[in-house]
């Protein structure tokens, strides 16, 4: 499996943009790259995924490398609610669809 | 629309007795996975199921624990003649049939097992 590199933890600030960053550099040609959050106390929660184009939803921007190699999760304007455990989890399918989680980056938002 | 849900949410055993988790997948999805997180550990896979069917097995310990999705009713997790050793908390996941690498994972909140 395919093997991703977070910093243990990051600090932000409440409003102000968060970058997440995430090295895969053994990534192959069929990994999606996924990002998953896990809140205290509770089950992980699925964030965005792409593959090669940066992508877009409600809740947070992946933006990934050209050589695909990086990628960093992008949140616009942190909020205390977004205090949690991030994971960058590679995913290629194939014959299962399991996450391999990794230690993840704890992020957290001071008022 | 209902997530996944999960009970019990909390499950306290004694030494030897036996746990079992139960996992409601979300409507529509056929696909249930089962992870533990030991306490100050991270979140390991045990084992992906489709209805009547063991896909992948590969992350569950060899004694004690076995797991099912019959064709009714819920996903149980079952671990026999419980060891302290145990306690953690169990998520499961259910996903939607779909591409390879794309599924999204839906997780519920977790069952967190107390063995005295």
């Known amino acids: 499996d395919a093997k991703t590199t977070q910093p243990n933890s990051m600090e932000s600030n409440e409003e102000e943009p968060v970058h997440l960053p995430c090295n895969h550099s053994t990534i192959s040609g069929t990994d999606y790259i996924h990002w998953y959050r896990q809140l205290p106390s509770q089950g992980p929660e699925y964030v965005i995924h792409?593959?090669?184009s940066n992508v877009n939803n409600r809740m947070a921007s992946l933006a990934i490398a050209e050589d695909r190699k990086s990628s960093t999760l992008i949140l616009h304007r942190a909020t205390l609610r977004d205090a949690a455990v991030y994971y960058c989890?590679?995913?290629?399918?194939?014959?299962?669809?399991?996450?391999?989680f990794g230690t993840g980056t704890l992020l957290a938002v001071q008022p | 629309n209902a997530g996944v849900m999960q009970n019990p949410r909390h499950l306290v055993r004694r030494r030897g007795q036996e746990a079992r988790l139960r996992c409601s997948p979300m409507k529509g999805h056929s696909h249930v996975y089962w992870y533990r997180q030991l306490p100050e550990e991270g979140l390991k896979f045990m084992v992906y199921?489709?209805?009547?069917?063991?896909?992948?097995e590969s992350g569950m310990p060899k004694e004690r624990f076995s797991a099912e999705f019959p064709k009714e009713g819920p996903s149980i997790l079952r671990i026999q003649q419980v060891v302290r050793g145990d306690s953690a908390a169990y998520f499961c996941?259910?996903?939607?049939?779909?591409?390879?690498?794309?599924?999204?994972?839906?997780f519920g909140p977790g069952t967190r097992l107390t063995v005295l």
């Open positions: 792409g593959l090669t």
């Open positions: 199921l489709q209805k009547e069917n063991i896909i992948d």
């Open positions: 996941a259910s996903s939607p049939p779909g591409l390879a690498g794309t599924d999204t994972q839906y």
């Open positions: 989890i590679l995913n290629y399918g194939g014959a299962t669809n399991k996450l391999i």
